[in-house]
């Protein structure tokens, strides 16, 4: 919002005619004070601190593709003559890049992080199929009651350490009664027995249909082998925890698509009572739901697409260029006009397909078809699903474009 008023008031500057000059140190301060001038209060603090980000070095989101950097920054040189108002909106309209970029960055990171978490849930049933853990109750001196446990090392490497856990739930409500833990560095060698004990703890109460009593590893350490169902260290569970309460509705959006995109079996091996006939082009679009489009580019050495369908259809670029090769078409797809398609005609793996449909119509239709509306997501960005965007030149039109990172 602050951004927006800001911009605003950039309009209505008076002496709109006056040019930022970068041609020397002594001008660029000059040029800047000028538009300092001109500003007032939280206005004049929102430019001193966009025209300082302006400069600064920043991570781009493309890192990695065709060898490029994975840092850049504006140069004082890219202000130069532009009018004060246009400087106000470009150093605005960077800080705006930038948070979006943090942005994306964060739900990336939240991305990894929910996939690393839900990997710890699984460890209990993981670690149950291959280590048998026994609990045996065990009185020790002075009337304290504590819980021994024994562990037969089935594999064929020594275990260098690792950490047992016992949790106690109601069967009745699926409350958590106890849920202890004991870390050793005790190695035991294959098919040896290892043994240990949880204090303070009273396990012979708990053993009746009441109650049950989950045993498992975790964090298994091992001699010449990698280990074994690794848990999140506290600062990554601390970080993930943040994000998760920050981006609470993204992250529900982000799982919601996963588990959609888990479903689409039809996609990938349809059932022969969905399998329909499809023209030549939604056969061309079946995986592209899941960014795939198997065989679609412009072989340059033969002068042709490699798909059949554009062979069939007698169908050449009307331009390529930058690596990629356009067509236009009369198509349709899930009842959508398509007007043209863009395949790779480089490494390049993206590709795109345009709508003759405006954004917000492609989008309902998209999601009343698939389930899926394609709004930007960290999927979007690591090219698992396409993103729908509006066409720049045409606002009667959208374009689902699909783009990898690698």
Request: hydrophobic letters at 35%; aromatic letters at 10%; proline letters at 5%.
């Amino acid at each position: 919002m602050r951004n927006i008023i800001l911009s605003l008031i950039a309009v209505f500057l008076v002496g709109c005619g006056e040019r930022f000059d970068t041609t020397s140190e002594i001008s660029t301060r000059t040029s800047y004070n000028n538009v300092l001038k001109k500003l007032k209060g939280e206005e004049q603090e929102a430019f001193i601190r966009q025209f300082a980000l302006y400069t600064k070095p920043y991570e781009k989101t493309d890192c990695g593709i065709m060898n490029e950097p994975c840092t850049t920054r504006n140069g004082m040189d890219s202000l130069q003559g532009l009018s004060y108002e246009d400087v106000i909106a470009k150093v605005s309209e960077h800080e705006a890049h930038i948070q979006e970029l943090a942005y994306r960055a964060d739900l990336h990171e939240l991305v990894q992080l929910h996939q690393e978490w839900q990997k710890v849930q699984r460890i209990p049933q993981e670690s149950i199929k291959i280590f048998t853990v026994d609990l045996v109750p065990y009185t020790q001196w002075q009337g304290w009651r504590w819980t021994h446990w024994k562990l037969t090392n089935p594999t064929d490497h020594k275990i260098k350490g690792f950490t047992v856990h016992v949790k106690i739930e109601s069967s009745v409500t699926g409350e958590t009664i106890v849920n202890r833990y004991d870390t050793t560095y005790k190695g035991i060698l294959p098919a040896e027995t290892g043994s240990g004990y949880l204090f303070d703890l009273s396990v012979e109460k708990y053993l009746n249909d009441k109650y049950v009593i989950t045993k498992y590893l975790s964090d298994i350490s091992f001699d010449g082998n990698k280990p074994m169902f690794v848990t999140m260290s506290y600062e990554r569970s601390a970080r993930y925890e943040a994000l998760k309460s920050k981006y609470a509705k993204e992250l529900k959006n982000i799982t919601e698509t996963a588990s959609r995109m888990d479903n689409m079996k039809s996609y990938d091996a349809p059932s022969a009572e969905m399998e329909q006939p499809m023209d030549a082009f939604e056969r061309l679009m079946r995986l592209y739901p899941k960014c795939k489009m198997p065989n679609a580019y412009l072989d340059q050495k033969l002068n042709e697409p490699s798909h059949s369908f554009f062979s069939e259809n007698n169908l050449s670029p009307y331009k390529v260029k930058d690596g990629f090769a356009y067509y236009h078409l009369n198509t349709s797809y899930l009842d959508i006009p398509v007007v043209e398609i863009m395949i790779p005609a480089s490494t390049w793996n993206v590709r795109s397909v345009t709508f003759d449909l405006p954004l917000s119509d492609a989008r309902a239709r998209l999601k009343s078809r698939l389930g899926l509306d394609f709004k930007a997501s960290d999927n979007s960005l690591n090219g698992k699903v396409p993103e729908l965007i509006a066409a720049p030149k045409n606002p009667k039109q959208s374009i689902l474009v699909c783009t990898s990172p690698y």
